[in-house]
């Protein structure tokens, strides 16, 4: 059984490009969840989506932030005109259900220069 | 301060010898979970309590919850080298529901052989 999994594992890209982040979540996972890390910090909850459907977005940044869950493929974080301050690990976890254990993927590690 | 803070920042501890990390949270809720972050890696789930558990073992792990002073302790016996790493909490909100998971800043641990 394959975990969740993430790619690329590090990204660096400079200001003003944009960052795709992909997800792929465990088989049989239909919900998946973005956190953010910034260094020496918790993770904080980003978005929460199902197949096709965004369910809570209240932690994403109200500009150049976006997420989807298309019915066949990954997950995808994107990210638009990337500022310094976007560097940070990005987690995606999936669960079997709504409210069940959450399984993390290794991350993303985004660099901003 | 933030829901779901752990105390203390960092710890040092002998090889051989029981460590204790303790985690403070702020609203209602469904659960509480910890998680292992080895420098650089994912999370790893150790071991979740829900609302009207008290105690709860697992291998070398012993977490406790009490609601009425919304706190959680870890309690990792006869530690190992191998467990070096950021352990959080995280909590479900009976306000957001178990999708919304909110870390803790985390417990850098460090086992000295």
């Known amino acids: 059984n394959a975990g969740v999994m993430q790619n690329p594992r590090h990204l660096v890209r400079r200001r003003g490009q944009e960052a795709r982040l992909r997800c792929s979540p465990m088989?049989?996972?239909?919900?998946v969840y973005w956190y953010r890390q910034l260094p020496e910090e918790g993770l904080k909850f980003m978005v929460y989506?199902?197949?096709?459907?965004?369910?809570?977005e209240s932690g994403m940044p109200k500009e150049r932030f976006s997420a989807e869950f298309p019915k066949e493929g990954p997950s995808i974080l994107r990210i638009q005109q990337v500022v310094r301050g976007d560097s940070a690990a990005y987690f995606c976890?999936?669960?079997?259900?709504?409210?069940?254990?959450?399984?993390f993927g290794p991350g993303t590690r985004l660099t901003v220069l | 301060s933030q829901q779901g803070e752990e105390d203390p920042q960092a710890l040092s501890i002998q090889e051989g010898e029981n460590a204790t990390m303790n985690c403070s949270y702020k609203?209602?809720?469904?659960?509480l979970q910890w998680y292992r972050q080895n420098s650089g890696r994912g999370l790893v789930h150790l071991i979740l309590?829900?609302?009207?558990?008290r105690e709860k073992h697992s291998g070398r792990l012993r977490v406790t919850l009490d609601t009425s002073k919304k706190s959680s302790s870890l309690l990792i016996t006869a530690s190992r080298a191998a467990d070096t790493a950021s352990y959080f909490c995280?909590?479900?909100?009976?306000?957001?529901?178990?999708?919304?998971?909110?870390f803790g800043t985390g417990t850098r641990l460090t086992i000295i052989p």
């Open positions: 976890a999936s669960s079997s259900d709504r409210g069940g254990e959450q399984f």
């Open positions: 088989k049989g996972h239909s919900h």
């Open positions: 989506l199902q197949k096709e459907n965004i369910i809570d």
């Open positions: 609203t209602s809720i469904n659960n």
């Open positions: 309590i829900r609302s009207n558990e």
């Open positions: 995280a909590t479900a909100s009976t306000n957001f529901g178990n999708e919304k998971l909110t």
